[in-house]
């Protein structure tokens, strides 16, 4: 079946071409050309907008925003972003990287969607034609959402308070076994002051280990002081069971990861 592509010049029209059955929005089409080409007959046109500022990003006083059509490639070499391009650079391999938006990435079902729990560490805001939410909101009820995300936002990590890993069985491009990202910060003591852990793989979307992060605090980062918080990274997760691992193998993993992650200097 033939698919029809509509192009408009503001967001606003096309949210209005969005309400036809059969439609959906097209950022890089990574995951509905993707599902078109497989067969899913409930795509019949793919609507896309054309307004330059959702290809902009915009760096002020340690606040960025980055529009949603902004590529994985394009974070990975932005001059500013290098903090982040370890984990921009784990979307998939360099013709993916070319084509896989930030505001796509944000919809993609466990286990893609690597990039979106760098996003989630980092508390980030999610900006889209009706409004800003918050990336807990907006994951949480991203599948009843029709509207069109336009950027994100989110304060610049620190080098050393940012750290991400992603976990596969074929390098350099395979798709996630898991990936956790997390922002630390340390007081003087080098305890830990706060803290936020994102883990994918570990539920169909992005998600928070907070029995973890309350467990990091006040605590430093040796074996002894992660000890209480590698034994309660596994609260409230539901992880996925796919090709490439089972749900048993992902939870026995994601303490030995995320012990190797918070002991990296």
């Known amino acids: 079946m033939a698919l029809a592509l509509q192009t408009f010049s503001t967001v606003k029209d096309a949210n209005a071409a969005l309400t036809v059955a059969g439609s959906r929005y097209l950022g890089g089409g990574t995951l509905v050309v993707r599902a078109a080409n497989e067969g899913d007959i409930s795509v019949s046109t793919l609507v896309r907008a054309s ?7 915009a760096l002020s006083g340690g606040k960025v925003r ?30 993916i990287r070319n084509m896989a938006t930030i505001g796509g990435n944000l919809f993609s079902p466990a ?25 807990e909101t907006f994951l949480a009820a991203r599948d009843d959402s029709r509207a069109i995300v336009t950027s994100v ?7 050393d308070s940012f750290r991400f890993l992603k976990v596969s ?3 350099p491009k395979g798709v996630s076994v898991l990936s956790i990202a997390i922002v630390l910060e340390q007081a003087g003591d080098r305890t830990v002051s706060s803290a936020r852990v994102a883990l994918g793989c570990m539920a169909d979307r992005p998600m928070r280990a907070k029995a973890a992060e309350k467990a990091l605090l006040g605590r430093t980062l040796d074996p002894d002081g ?10 409230g997760i539901s992880p ?9 193998y992902r939870a026995e993993v994601l303490p030995v990861h995320l012990g190797r992650l918070l002991l990296t200097e």
């Not at 307004?51 to 990003?57: E, F, R, V």
């Not at 590529?71 to 391009?85: D, Q, V, Y």
């Not at 286990?111 to 889209?128: E, H, Q, S």
């Not at 992660?226 to 309660?232: C, D």
């Open 240 to 248: 996925i069971t796919d090709p490439i691992a089972s749900a048993w």
């Open 111 to 135: 286990p893609y969607g690597d990039f979106a729990v760098a996003l989630l560490a980092l508390d980030a805001t999610i900006a889209a034609d009706d409004g800003e939410s918050p990336i």
């Open 169 to 171: 069985r074929v390098k």
């Open 153 to 159: 936002g989110f304060t610049l990590p620190k080098t």
């Open 51 to 57: 307004d330059p500022a959702l290809s902009g990003i």
């Open 226 to 235: 992660i000890a209480p918080a590698l034994a309660a990274a596994a609260e």
């Open 66 to 95: 980055i529009g949603a059509s902004v590529t994985m490639a394009e974070i990975a070499r932005h001059p500013e972003l290098g903090t982040l391009a370890k984990a921009a650079r784990a979307v998939g391999g360099p013709a």
